[in-house]
């Protein structure tokens, strides 16, 4: 069982920048991806991005390129979500999610992952 834990979230004027992290308490042997995802009031859960934990290899939402950047500190089992350049449209619960299935970004813009964290509030005010 993988039980990821958020932090970071909070209010920030827009143009600012907000560091997410996210914490599993095991590291699976194996195939094993993170993700983050958001859901804004009124609209479904949408694909931020992921990081595969062997390679560090990445896979953005267009929305997102060039102002978020996720990466991972393996030895604290741990995965950041650097967000720049904040709009209010980025204003969200962000979700951490972990899958072990190893399949593409693709895969998981479509179908989400297996294991969810409770999610933290990102607030972008104009």
Do not use: H
């Amino acid at each position: 069982q993988v039980q990821p834990v958020e932090s970071g979230g909070g209010l920030v004027q827009a143009g600012g920048s907000l560091r997410l992290s996210c914490a599993t308490s095991t590291r699976p042997i194996g195939s094993y991806t993170m993700g983050w995802f958001r859901q804004a009031p009124g609209k479904e859960r949408e694909f931020v991005g992921c990081i595969g934990w062997n390679d560090g290899s990445t896979y953005y939402a267009d929305s997102v390129k060039g102002r978020f950047t996720i990466s991972r500190d393996s030895a604290k089992n741990t995965m950041y979500l650097q967000m720049n350049s904040l709009k209010p449209e980025d204003t969200a619960v962000y979700y951490c999610a972990a899958d072990l299935r190893g399949y593409t970004g693709t895969y998981y813009v479509k179908y989400g992952m297996t294991y969810w964290g409770k999610g933290t509030l990102v607030t972008v005010s104009t």
